[in-house]
């Protein structure tokens, strides 16, 4: 009967402890590379806010702010499969505080490695903060705020009137918006627009009182769009009241 040596159970230890500690070490740094990524990308999203916030002060971009996000992080994240935008909330109130700005967001992580261990990782992120709109103006009545919160529509680069929303001159026309997640149940992606593959956080067009398709910039059935802005934007930027509506 043979019997095991302090040697020969030293090497069966270590047989058996050192591709666990490999395997263990191989972990930490996949966990610890992902992480670094997303924080990253975590950093990007509130160096955004902070400009949106700021930019506020002066004009209001509800449709930009997505877009600018979502190209950064991608082009910033090396580890980053994906990244949607899942919500975002522009300038809106909660527990008596008003012109908040809410981002919610969603990435994957992953890559083939040789033991095929973390190769999907999802993580969500969600940043709230508030605009800098703190300010009056000293051309009103005591009391009035500068910023008018009524909402509108304009057609960019056509025409120089805001409407109101039940307009009928914005009723055969498409809205562009951000796609998300809302949208693309609603909708269905135009065959045109396939071959451009949109994804959530692009800017789509919409047809919100006739027609079930969404379309990217560009597309042929698309000659001119509405866009949502402030009253108080549209003015600041030279629009006047359509005749039609009264801008109401």
């Not at 043979?2 to 666990?20: D, H, M, N, Q, Y």
């Not at 705020?145 to 055969?172: A, M, Q, S």
Request: proline letters at 4%; one cysteine or more; a positive charge.
């Amino acid at each position: 009967m043979k019997r095991f040596t302090r040697k020969g159970s030293a090497i069966v230890e270590s047989a058996i402890l050192i591709p666990v500690l490999v395997i263990a070490l191989w972990l930490f740094i996949c966990v610890s590379i992902v992480l670094m990524d997303w924080s990253n990308a975590t950093f990007v999203v509130a160096d955004e806010l902070r400009m949106q916030s700021i930019k506020t002060a002066f004009v209001h971009e509800p449709i930009s702010g997505p877009m600018l996000i979502k190209r950064r992080v991608e082009h910033e994240s090396h580890m980053l499969n994906e990244f949607h935008v899942t919500k975002y909330r522009y300038l809106f109130s909660k527990n008596g505080i008003d012109d908040l700005i809410e981002f919610r967001c969603e990435g994957n992580f992953g890559g083939r490695n040789p033991l095929n261990l973390l190769s999907s990782v999802n993580l969500k992120q969600s940043v709230l903060c508030r605009a800098f709109t703190g300010c009056e103006s000293l051309s009103k009545d005591k009391g009035e705020k500068e910023n008018d919160k009524t909402v509108v529509y304009i057609f960019p680069g056509w025409g120089k009137h805001y409407h109101g929303k039940g307009c009928r001159t914005l009723k055969n026309n498409p809205m562009r918006v951000v796609l998300n997640r809302k949208i693309r149940s609603k909708y269905k992606c135009c065959p045109y627009s396939k071959k451009k593959k949109p994804k959530i956080g692009n800017v789509v067009m919409i047809f919100p009182n006739s027609g079930w398709d969404y379309h990217v910039p560009g597309c042929s059935h698309i000659e001119k769009y509405y866009e949502e802005i402030l009253r108080s934007d549209a003015k600041q930027q030279g629009y006047t009241a359509c005749a039609i509506c009264g801008g109401q």
